[in-house]
């Protein structure tokens, strides 16, 4: 099986910064995408930022937050800057994965969640 374990998670005061990191563990072959996603209380889970051979992010942290990855030790980053209240949520490590080369198949996993709060 796949673990994700994320980290990095906390309170930080309007305009700080913090970052994330989630690392990715078990019997993997390759992983394709991961990204991280939110859920604000009361609210959907929403993408936040993902990263395969480029990067998406959604529209409200364009500039302020920066997705990254190391292969090397299937780790996945999120650094956030400029941080805002409504940046706070519950964060998600998400991972496409293959188990092997053959037969290859993505499956996606996701890790516990971290909680970000932003103080005014």
């Known amino acids: 099986q796949v673990q994700l374990v994320e980290s990095g998670g906390g309170l930080v005061q309007a305009g700080g910064s913090l970052t994330l990191s989630c690392a990715a563990s078990?019997?993997?072959?390759?992983?394709?995408?991961m990204g991280w996603y939110r859920q604000a209380p009361g609210k959907q889970r929403e993408l936040v930022a993902r990263i395969t051979t480029g990067t998406t992010y959604a529209d409200s942290v364009k500039g302020r937050f920066t997705i990254s990855r190391d292969n090397a030790k299937n780790t996945v980053y999120l650094q956030m800057t400029s941080l805002k209240p409504e940046d706070t949520a519950v964060y998600y490590c998400?991972?496409?994965?293959?188990?092997?080369?053959?037969?290859?198949?993505?499956?996606?996993?996701w890790g516990q969640g971290t909680q970000v709060t932003v103080s005014s």
């Open positions: 078990g019997s993997i072959f390759s992983i394709n995408a």
């Open positions: 998400n991972a496409g994965v293959a188990l092997t080369s053959t037969p290859y198949s993505i499956n996606t996993y």
